[in-house]
Protein backbone atom coordinates (compact mmCIF):
# COMPACT_ATOMS: atom_id res chain seq x y z
CA UNK A 1 0.00 0.00 0.00
CA UNK A 2 1.70 3.47 -0.99
CA UNK A 3 2.03 5.85 1.43
CA UNK A 4 -0.41 8.78 1.82
CA UNK A 5 0.44 12.24 2.66
CA UNK A 6 -1.98 14.75 3.34
CA UNK A 7 -0.05 18.17 2.70
CA UNK A 8 -1.87 20.17 5.37
CA UNK A 9 -1.94 20.51 9.23
CA UNK A 10 -6.02 21.88 9.18
CA UNK A 11 -7.57 20.01 11.49
CA UNK A 12 -10.76 20.01 9.44
CA UNK A 13 -8.94 18.57 6.22
CA UNK A 14 -8.06 15.70 8.58
CA UNK A 15 -11.44 15.39 9.53
CA UNK A 16 -12.91 14.90 6.33
CA UNK A 17 -9.76 12.85 4.70
CA UNK A 18 -11.05 10.24 7.64
CA UNK A 19 -14.18 9.70 5.76
CA UNK A 20 -12.78 8.07 2.85
CA UNK A 21 -11.43 5.06 5.34
CA UNK A 22 -7.89 5.49 3.94
CA UNK A 23 -4.37 5.52 6.13
CA UNK A 24 -2.55 8.51 6.13
CA UNK A 25 -0.08 11.25 7.46
CA UNK A 26 -0.44 14.84 7.85
CA UNK A 27 2.83 17.34 7.15
CA UNK A 28 2.44 21.19 7.13
CA UNK A 29 4.31 22.77 4.25
CA UNK A 30 4.81 26.43 5.19
CA UNK A 31 4.08 27.48 1.86
CA UNK A 32 4.32 31.16 0.76
CA UNK A 33 0.25 31.94 0.32
CA UNK A 34 0.63 35.76 -0.89
CA UNK A 35 -1.55 36.33 -3.87
CA UNK A 36 -0.20 37.13 -7.48
CA UNK A 37 -1.14 40.61 -8.57
CA UNK A 38 -4.27 40.68 -10.62
CA UNK A 39 -4.90 36.76 -9.96
CA UNK A 40 -8.35 35.15 -10.14
CA UNK A 41 -9.28 33.24 -6.77
CA UNK A 42 -9.64 30.30 -8.65
CA UNK A 43 -6.27 30.71 -10.61
CA UNK A 44 -5.00 31.15 -6.99
CA UNK A 45 -5.76 27.73 -5.77
CA UNK A 46 -4.92 25.77 -8.71
CA UNK A 47 -1.75 27.85 -7.84
CA UNK A 48 -1.26 27.11 -4.42
CA UNK A 49 -1.86 23.53 -4.23
CA UNK A 50 0.27 22.53 -7.18
CA UNK A 51 3.16 24.15 -4.63
CA UNK A 52 1.97 23.12 -1.52
CA UNK A 53 1.89 19.38 -2.86
CA UNK A 54 5.85 19.71 -4.55
CA UNK A 55 6.71 21.16 -1.10
CA UNK A 56 5.23 17.88 0.32
CA UNK A 57 6.97 15.66 -2.32
CA UNK A 58 10.10 16.94 -1.92
CA UNK A 59 10.03 15.75 1.95
CA UNK A 60 8.27 12.19 0.82
CA UNK A 61 9.26 11.57 -2.89
CA UNK A 62 7.15 8.14 -2.99
CA UNK A 63 4.54 8.90 -1.55
CA UNK A 64 1.18 9.65 -3.15
CA UNK A 65 0.66 13.58 -2.10
CA UNK A 66 -2.58 15.21 -1.99
CA UNK A 67 -2.50 18.91 -1.43
CA UNK A 68 -5.38 21.65 -1.19
CA UNK A 69 -6.10 24.94 -1.15
CA UNK A 70 -9.45 27.05 -0.49
CA UNK A 71 -10.50 30.49 -0.75
CA UNK A 72 -13.98 32.74 -0.83
CA UNK A 73 -14.52 35.27 -3.58
CA UNK A 74 -17.02 38.01 -3.20
CA UNK A 75 -17.45 40.43 -5.89
CA UNK A 76 -14.17 39.33 -7.44
CA UNK A 77 -12.34 39.99 -4.35
CA UNK A 78 -10.45 37.36 -2.09
CA UNK A 79 -11.49 37.29 1.44
CA UNK A 80 -8.88 35.23 3.86
CA UNK A 81 -8.65 35.16 7.19
CA UNK A 82 -9.30 38.31 9.30
CA UNK A 83 -6.37 39.77 11.08
CA UNK A 84 -8.58 41.06 13.89
CA UNK A 85 -12.29 42.13 14.92
CA UNK A 86 -13.15 44.83 12.89
CA UNK A 87 -11.40 42.78 9.96
CA UNK A 88 -13.51 39.91 10.59
CA UNK A 89 -16.62 42.26 11.55
CA UNK A 90 -16.26 43.65 7.77
CA UNK A 91 -16.13 40.72 6.51
CA UNK A 92 -19.13 39.10 7.82
CA UNK A 93 -21.34 42.33 7.04
CA UNK A 94 -20.19 41.53 3.46
CA UNK A 95 -21.36 38.66 3.09
CA UNK A 96 -24.80 38.73 5.08
CA UNK A 97 -27.75 37.81 3.29
CA UNK A 98 -25.77 37.49 -0.05
CA UNK A 99 -24.21 34.55 -2.11
CA UNK A 100 -20.70 34.19 -2.72
CA UNK A 101 -17.95 31.56 -4.68
CA UNK A 102 -15.67 29.21 -2.77
CA UNK A 103 -13.05 27.53 -5.29
CA UNK A 104 -10.66 24.90 -3.65
CA UNK A 105 -7.79 23.48 -5.73
CA UNK A 106 -7.27 19.76 -5.13
CA UNK A 107 -3.35 18.70 -6.63
CA UNK A 108 -2.50 15.04 -6.39
CA UNK A 109 1.20 13.99 -6.60
CA UNK A 110 2.99 11.29 -7.52
CA UNK A 111 6.54 10.67 -8.80
CA UNK A 112 6.91 13.56 -11.58
CA UNK A 113 2.59 13.21 -12.06
CA UNK A 114 0.89 16.04 -11.37
CA UNK A 115 -3.11 16.36 -11.46
CA UNK A 116 -4.76 19.58 -10.37
CA UNK A 117 -8.87 19.75 -10.09
CA UNK A 118 -10.60 22.87 -9.42
CA UNK A 119 -13.70 22.73 -7.51
CA UNK A 120 -16.86 25.55 -7.25
CA UNK A 121 -19.17 25.58 -4.79
CA UNK A 122 -21.57 28.64 -4.66
CA UNK A 123 -22.86 29.65 -0.81
CA UNK A 124 -25.73 31.35 0.22
CA UNK A 125 -25.61 33.43 3.38
CA UNK A 126 -28.28 34.22 5.97
CA UNK A 127 -29.44 37.41 7.12
CA UNK A 128 -28.22 36.77 10.74
CA UNK A 129 -28.16 39.86 13.02
CA UNK A 130 -25.32 42.34 14.01
CA UNK A 131 -25.80 40.69 17.61
CA UNK A 132 -24.89 36.84 16.38
CA UNK A 133 -21.93 38.52 14.06
CA UNK A 134 -20.69 39.75 17.72
CA UNK A 135 -21.43 36.99 19.41
CA UNK A 136 -19.64 34.65 16.74
CA UNK A 137 -16.32 37.17 16.71
CA UNK A 138 -16.13 36.91 20.83
CA UNK A 139 -15.64 33.15 20.36
CA UNK A 140 -12.54 33.77 18.15
CA UNK A 141 -13.48 31.17 15.53
CA UNK A 142 -12.93 33.62 12.77
CA UNK A 143 -9.64 34.59 12.78
CA UNK A 144 -8.31 30.93 11.09
CA UNK A 145 -11.04 30.70 8.57
CA UNK A 146 -11.20 31.71 5.27
CA UNK A 147 -13.68 34.97 4.75
CA UNK A 148 -13.97 34.83 8.54
CA UNK A 149 -16.65 32.10 8.84
CA UNK A 150 -16.99 28.33 9.38
CA UNK A 151 -20.05 26.63 7.22
CA UNK A 152 -20.59 24.25 10.08
CA UNK A 153 -19.67 25.77 12.97
CA UNK A 154 -22.70 24.39 15.40
CA UNK A 155 -24.02 27.64 16.95
CA UNK A 156 -23.12 30.66 14.30
CA UNK A 157 -24.57 28.35 11.62
CA UNK A 158 -24.11 31.30 8.94
CA UNK A 159 -25.05 29.68 5.76
CA UNK A 160 -28.36 28.99 4.45
CA UNK A 161 -27.37 26.82 1.82
CA UNK A 162 -25.03 25.54 -0.47
CA UNK A 163 -25.02 24.46 -4.46
CA UNK A 164 -22.08 22.05 -4.91
CA UNK A 165 -20.20 20.38 -2.08
CA UNK A 166 -20.72 21.11 1.23
CA UNK A 167 -16.99 19.23 1.93
CA UNK A 168 -15.73 21.63 -0.48
CA UNK A 169 -16.82 24.94 1.57
CA UNK A 170 -14.96 23.04 4.43
CA UNK A 171 -12.04 22.76 2.12
CA UNK A 172 -12.17 19.23 1.09
CA UNK A 173 -14.26 18.63 -1.91
CA UNK A 174 -14.06 14.18 -0.89
CA UNK A 175 -16.47 13.42 -3.70
CA UNK A 176 -13.79 14.69 -6.57
CA UNK A 177 -10.75 13.85 -4.43
CA UNK A 178 -11.59 10.06 -4.15
CA UNK A 179 -12.61 9.57 -7.16
CA UNK A 180 -8.88 11.10 -8.15
CA UNK A 181 -7.31 9.17 -5.94
CA UNK A 182 -8.92 5.92 -7.21
CA UNK A 183 -6.86 6.63 -10.08
CA UNK A 184 -3.60 6.22 -8.44
CA UNK A 185 -4.98 3.38 -5.47
CA UNK A 186 -7.32 1.40 -4.55
CA UNK A 187 -9.74 2.57 -2.60
CA UNK A 188 -12.37 0.78 0.00
CA UNK A 189 -15.98 0.83 -1.00
CA UNK A 190 -17.25 4.38 -0.73
CA UNK A 191 -19.84 5.06 2.80
CA UNK A 192 -20.45 8.98 1.58
CA UNK A 193 -23.50 8.19 -0.83
CA UNK A 194 -22.86 11.31 -2.84
CA UNK A 195 -19.45 9.22 -3.55
CA UNK A 196 -20.90 6.19 -4.72
CA UNK A 197 -24.07 8.03 -6.30
CA UNK A 198 -23.25 11.37 -7.60
CA UNK A 199 -26.74 12.93 -8.03
CA UNK A 200 -27.18 12.35 -4.14
CA UNK A 201 -26.86 15.45 -1.98
CA UNK A 202 -24.15 16.16 -0.38
CA UNK A 203 -23.61 13.30 2.60
CA UNK A 204 -20.99 15.12 4.62
CA UNK A 205 -23.72 18.34 5.03
CA UNK A 206 -26.04 15.56 6.24
CA UNK A 207 -23.43 14.29 9.02
CA UNK A 208 -22.32 17.68 10.17
CA UNK A 209 -25.86 19.28 10.37
CA UNK A 210 -26.91 16.25 12.16
CA UNK A 211 -23.42 15.58 14.38
CA UNK A 212 -24.20 19.74 15.26
CA UNK A 213 -28.00 19.00 16.40
CA UNK A 214 -27.20 16.00 18.20
CA UNK A 215 -24.46 18.08 20.49
CA UNK A 216 -27.14 20.82 21.02
CA UNK A 217 -29.59 17.77 22.06
CA UNK A 218 -26.84 16.26 24.61
CA UNK A 219 -26.00 20.05 25.72
CA UNK A 220 -29.76 20.04 26.50
CA UNK A 221 -30.06 17.04 28.04
CA UNK A 222 -27.22 17.77 30.79
CA UNK A 223 -28.28 21.23 31.71
CA UNK A 224 -31.37 19.89 32.38
CA UNK A 225 -30.03 16.69 34.50
CA UNK A 226 -27.84 19.56 36.16
CA UNK A 227 -31.22 21.94 36.35
CA UNK A 228 -33.03 19.34 38.24
CA UNK A 229 -30.00 18.24 40.74
CA UNK A 230 -29.72 21.93 41.33
CA UNK A 231 -33.30 22.13 42.88
Do not use: W
Request: hydrophobic share 45%; net charge negative; proline share 4%.
Amino acid sequence: MQKIILASASPRRRELLKLLDIEFESISTNTDEARIENESAAAMVERLSHLKADAAHEVFPDALIIAADTDVELDGAILGKPRDADEARAMLNALRNRAHNVFTGITLARNELRETELVHSRVFMRDYSDAEIEAYIASGDPFDKAAGYAVQHKNFRPVARVEGCFANVMGLPLCRLYHALARHVEMPAPRLECIAHPEQACSVERMILDAAMHHHAVRDSIGAVRDDASR
